[in-house]
């Protein structure tokens, strides 16, 4: 346990439906990653927040993506009118700016979207 | 363009000694980390190196040549639970930035 949780575990939700994923970072952690990994792939950047500020995303993210850090503590990913692709492992890190600023990830959220 | 390659797949013997490769090319460089991740479960962090060299962690050990834009973690005494795969990742940019942009990972099944 790295002591970054999510929530689901899993979710299953059918194709147009909007789904809502929980990340809490490590306390001290003032930067939390967002990552999507499929199946034999290495994990890919979706987006970061230092602190509330969202300070970058990636191309992946579409426009039906959106992510929050209101109090700079834990975050929410929200994907709306999901498709059959958005299927993956949610992944969410978190990191200290300072040092090596090594990542720690949580256990993920499998999404399967029917 | 970004590109981070190393092997799909190895196999190797419980109690052997296993190195897996990792080379890199991307806009910058700001250290580069390897994971761990079990099938099914989260990545887990095993080593970080950003000078040239070699750092050592118990049975585990990662090298690094910025120059050659590659690296290796390398494996002793492997244990039938080393079984994983094994992800390179490199941190482009420090300071706003700081996303990892990883390899596909390397497979290791270790057999008896």
């Known amino acids: 346990d790295t002591g970054v949780s999510q929530d689901p575990r899993h979710k299953i939700t059918k194709r147009g439906q909007n789904v809502t994923f929980r990340c809490d970072p490590i306390s001290e952690h003032n930067r939390l990653y967002w990552y999507r990994q499929t199946l034999g792939q290495g994990p890919e950047f979706l987006t970061y927040?230092?602190?509330?500020?969202?300070?970058?995303k990636s191309r992946l993210l579409s426009d039906r993506f959106s992510a929050e850090r209101p109090k700079g503590s834990f975050s929410t990913l929200e994907i709306q009118r999901t498709e059959q692709g958005d299927s993956a492992m949610y992944l969410c890190a978190s990191s200290l700016s300072t040092g090596k600023e090594t990542q720690y990830f949580g256990p993920g959220t499998r999404l399967l979207v029917l | 363009g970004q590109n981070i390659d190393q092997p799909t797949e190895m196999t190797a013997t419980e109690g052997a000694i296993v190195q897996i490769n990792c080379t890199y090319q991307?806009?910058?460089?700001?250290?580069l980390f390897w994971y761990q991740q079990h099938a099914g479960e989260a990545p887990t962090f095993l080593s970080y190196n950003v000078l040239d060299g070699l750092e050592e962690k118990g049975r585990f050990s990662s090298f690094l040549s910025r120059s050659k834009g590659y690296s290796y973690l390398l494996l002793k005494e492997l244990q039938m639970k080393d079984s994983a795969s094994y992800l390179c990742?490199?941190?482009?940019?420090?300071?706003?930035?700081?996303?990892?942009?990883f390899g596909k990972g390397t497979k290791l099944s270790v057999k008896p």
């Open positions: 991307t806009s910058g460089f700001n250290g």
């Open positions: 927040f230092q602190n509330e500020a969202q300070l970058e």
């Open positions: 990742a490199v941190m482009d940019y420090g300071g706003s930035q700081g996303n990892l942009i």
